[in-house]
């Protein structure tokens, strides 16, 4: 198993320094940055962390092919890898609706455009003169003017299709999920997409980008969890939804707390509608014995990295040094 941990760039540039620092001393392999127009730019914040740290793998998690055409994410992820030493791993998926709306890009075409992007990456970084003739893209010699060497692709992917395409052509897949349940019903569609390629699932990771919560104490840990919690089940397709049984009063119950504390305030009620049930399955909380239970039971079911999502715990440092110490030590 290996272990990844998220962080989404709304703190200061030195705040993430040492959280990502501390990640690495605590025997993490990966750190993946979010990439949102509001927050802090991704590419300056890795460019920082390629700077200030020595082992650990990282990269935007997720990008996407909306924002930024695929030549300038090649040459972005490129300039990254040379300035970590080959550290670069680009996570890219087909971007966050809510956020397009806002600032007026259509969500057309997702599929198409992600398989178009990945192709010209790809070509770009073996040092290729592209000409592309996509339903999306249209490239004519495009070149980049320096060797990036080969930079992993994951793909983020949550509906059956591109579950497919992930892992058709990527390196890996991030599947936002918690519980095993999810990555068993995945699986088909990975091995789907792996028979397609000729690949092997050796050769692929399998990634539980996952909202994460440890403590000592395991109320503490699990209360730490709750808003994140609700945001997931409010956000959460029907399917998803359905396979866990939840009903929909539950579900509503969530949701009319949600709108209640963005008009009111009222945040203790949204922490008060999400029941133990949800905070089971779709985050992993709980004292590091209950984190290592859930681990065993998602490498089972084929997941081969687990990211530690938002929250991490009631305290984010503390928590980090004990999912080093008393976690990622013990699987290893
Ligand atoms: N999104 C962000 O914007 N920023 C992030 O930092 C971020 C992190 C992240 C981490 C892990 C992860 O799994 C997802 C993450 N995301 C992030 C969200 C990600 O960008 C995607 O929104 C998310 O993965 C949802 O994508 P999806 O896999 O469900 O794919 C969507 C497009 C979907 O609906 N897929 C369907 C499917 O079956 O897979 C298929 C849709 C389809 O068939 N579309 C047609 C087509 O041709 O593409 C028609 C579309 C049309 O144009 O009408």
């Known amino acids: 198993m290996k272990f ?7 703190m200061k540039y030195y705040e993430l320094e040492y959280y990502v620092q501390l990640a690495e001393d605590n025997a993490f392999d990966h750190v993946w940055i979010t990439d949102h127009y509001n927050n802090r730019n991704v590419y300056s914040m890795l460019t920082l962390l390629a700077l200030r740290t020595r082992t650990i793998k ?15 994410t090649a040459s972005a992820i490129g300039t990254i890898n040379e300035i970590s030493g080959g550290r670069a791993v680009l996570g890219i998926g087909a ?60 793909i983020g992917a949550q509906g059956p299709k591109m579950l497919q395409l992930a892992a058709e052509i990527g390196d890996g897949v991030l599947i936002n999920a918690s519980h095993p349940k999810d990555f068993e019903e995945a699986k088909g569609n990975i091995d789907a997409g792996l028979s397609k390629a000729g690949k092997s699932r050796d050769a692929f990771d399998t990634v539980a980008y996952a909202s994460m919560s440890v403590d000592k104490n395991r109320d503490n840990a699990r209360n730490a ?26 579900v509503n119950k969530v949701r009319d707390a949600l709108n209640a504390a963005f008009t009111k305030g009222d945040w203790p009620g949204v922490a008060k509608a999400v029941t ?57």
């Open 58 to 72: 990282l990269g935007p998690g997720v990008t996407n092919p909306y924002h930024i055409n695929p030549a300038l």
């Open 276 to 332: 133990d049930e949800m905070i089971d399955i779709f985050s992993i909380s709980g004292t590091p014995d209950d984190v290592i239970e859930r681990i065993n039971e998602l490498s089972k079911a084929g997941v081969t990295q687990v990211v530690a999502g938002s929250p991490i715990g009631p305290d984010k440092k503390k928590s980090i040094k004990l999912i080093g110490k008393e976690v990622i030590s013990k699987l290893k």
């Open 225 to 250: 969890a709750r808003i994140v919690v609700a945001f997931i089940v409010a956000g959460s397709p029907d399917v998803v939804l359905q396979r866990h049984g939840l009903s929909d009063e539950a």
């Open 4 to 10: 990844g941990i998220e962080f989404v760039p709304d």
């Open 95 to 154: 971007g966050d609706k809510v956020t397009f709306d806002r600032i007026g890009i259509a969500w057309e075409k997702p599929l198409a455009r992600m398989r178009e992007a990945v192709e010209i990456i790809r070509q770009l970084h073996a040092g290729k003169s592209v000409t592309y003739d996509g339903k999306v893209f249209k490239f004519n010699g495009a070149r980049l003017g320096f060797k990036t060497g080969s930079i992993p692709i994951y």
